[in-house]
């Protein structure tokens, strides 16, 4: 699934898990569709950031790496990291940013 994230300020689509984690972080239920209104962002903004800080929202590598009977044969190829939530999360901050300056809300939907 892929989640849409809209302000006034612009669109965002994002990959379903790493939305769904960020607006848990946010303090929402991870409903789809939702929306925060615009008087709310801030705090909701300022809970996303803490949650990014702490070291429990770091995903655990086996989590993602965990090797399917494919991957095992393929044991000589060279991976590639996986990305982390604090990573993925930075286009979102932006965003998140450019509506509370904008005094915006956001909403959100399959996208």
């Known amino acids: 699934m892929i989640v849409r994230f809209d302000t006034e300020a612009g669109t965002l689509k994002m990959h379903g898990d790493a939305a769904m984690r960020l607006l848990r972080l946010m303090g929402h239920s991870g409903t789809v569709p939702g929306a925060i209104l615009a008087a709310d962002l801030p705090a909701s903004l300022e809970a996303l950031r803490a949650?990014?800080?702490?070291?429990?929202?770091?995903?655990?590598?086996?989590?993602?790496?965990?090797?399917?009977?494919?991957?095992?044969?393929?044991?000589?190829?060279?991976?590639?990291?996986?990305?982390?939530?604090?990573?993925?999360a930075v286009p979102f901050l932006a965003m998140l940013e450019t509506a509370v300056k904008g005094k915006s809300g956001l909403m959100w939907d399959r996208g």
């Open 51 to 88: 949650g990014l800080a702490s070291a429990e929202t770091a995903t655990p590598s086996a989590e993602i790496r965990a090797a399917t009977p494919d991957e095992e044969q393929d044991d000589d190829e060279e991976r590639e990291p996986p990305v982390d939530l604090r990573t993925r």
